[in-house]
């Protein structure tokens, strides 16, 4: 049984948030939480808790279906970056200009599912 978690309009870049998630696609879920504990990038932080909560979800999804619940069991099915609106501000240059800032966001998904159905279409 697959559960999905995302996080939405998160403050980073999603240039720098697929290098995160590209640590982590295919990997035992418990591994990639390790993996992400320890990861150097300011992105690693929120992937980490998007993982932990899809396997907090997987969890309540096989309490109310009735079976058996094991963490080592899950994979990361899924792992992708969309990117979300960019908020717009300006700053002052030379000469009374003013130049755009993109302060960009992202939408982070995290699929995870038992390790034989870890191939799925989207």
């Keep these: 049984m697959e559960a999905k978690a995302q996080a939405r309009f998160v403050r980073v870049t999603p240039m720098k948030a ?28 929120t992937v ?16 109310r279906a009735g079976e058996a619940f094991d963490a080592s069991k899950l994979v990361v099915a899924e792992a992708y970056v969309d990117e979300g609106p ?26 995870v599912a038992p390790a034989q159905t870890k191939e799925r279409t989207r």
């Design 86 to 111: 960019s908020l717009k501000r300006f700053r002052p240059r030379a000469q009374g200009r003013a130049t755009r800032i993109l302060k960009r966001t992202s939408h982070i998904t995290v699929v």
């Design 48 to 63: 980490r808790k998007v993982v932990e909560s899809a396997i907090a979800n997987a969890r309540v999804k096989a309490d």
């Design 18 to 45: 697929r290098r995160v998630v590209d640590l982590i696609r295919g990997k035992q879920a418990e591994e990639a939480v390790a993996t992400l504990r320890f990861a150097p990038q300011a992105a690693g932080e």
